[in-house]
């Protein structure tokens, strides 16, 4: 088994944590965000389909995505009529940890070669079919099958020096996605599409009492600790 240098692996750490903060982070800036828009939309998708795959793991029925112009989306869901106040915040929760159990999951993908091409077709197939089945809106159905034709792409015809860093960085940036929302995150409520909601860290404090913004860094240490691990464990195990 061929190892990768413990100064390789800083340097490729630094790139890929670099990448990633670029576009969490800058989106504002009107030139990158133009460029970056894609993955700002990406991380939108990443986060609402944990709280509709949670939704459904929770028996909950999983009814449409919708993600704006702007960035910000939702995702509805009905409840089941004997649903527990742990359920509703499972779904919550779902939203903000979702990213990082998908980043996770792509970057122990690239931990070895044969994981490569199947990881990237199964989350452009992700992105296809979430898009025909439970998307709504125009931003969401050009770019999402947009970004599944490009990792189609990358599958087939990359290098794989640009598969394994295409896991690794979209792993990343759904580790650092939650960051990108970082005042909703330890806010109560907030602004969704025009319409004052709860925050997903003010729905766990409905349902369990804690302050949300103690469910806010309880999400961002099991986040933290899911990527650490996942990274290091792929680049030690770099072939």
């Not at 449409?64 to 989306?73: H, P, W």
């Not at 940036?173 to 806010?187: E, N």
């Not at 729905?203 to 369990?208: D, F, H, I, P, S």
């Amino acid at each position: 088994m061929h190892r990768v240098r413990k100064g390789s692996q800083e340097e490729q750490v630094g790139r890929l944590i670099l990448a990633g903060v670029l576009v969490t982070f800058l989106p504002g800036v009107p030139l990158l965000g133009m460029l970056i828009y894609p993955f700002t939309i990406l991380s939108t998708w990443y986060h609402e389909m944990g709280h509709g795959l949670t939704a459904l793991a929770q028996g909950y029925q999983f009814d449409l995505l919708v993600i704006n112009a702007d960035g910000s989306g939702y995702a509805q869901s009905r409840s089941p009529i004997d649903s527990t106040a742990t359920s509703r915040a499972l779904v919550a929760m779902g939203g903000p940890l979702g990213p990082s159990l998908i980043g996770s999951a792509l970057i122990l993908a690239s931990s070895a070669r044969k994981y490569w091409k199947p990881a990237l077709l199964a989350l452009a197939a992700a992105l296809a079919i979430s898009t025909l089945i439970w998307v709504r809106g125009l931003v969401g159905w050009i770019v999402l099958p947009a970004l599944a034709a490009t990792l189609i792409l990358i599958a087939f015809r990359a290098p794989d020096w640009l598969k394994r860093f295409a896991l690794q960085f979209l792993g990343v940036l759904g580790a650092l996605s939650m960051f990108s929302d970082w005042d909703y995150l330890f806010s109560e409520s907030g602004m969704v599409g025009g319409r004052m909601m709860l925050s997903d860290t003010g729905t766990m404090e409905a349902a369990l009492w804690l302050p949300h913004w103690i469910w806010a860094i309880i999400i961002i240490a099991i986040s933290g600790v899911m990527a650490g691990a996942s990274l290091r464990y792929a680049l030690n195990r770099q072939r």
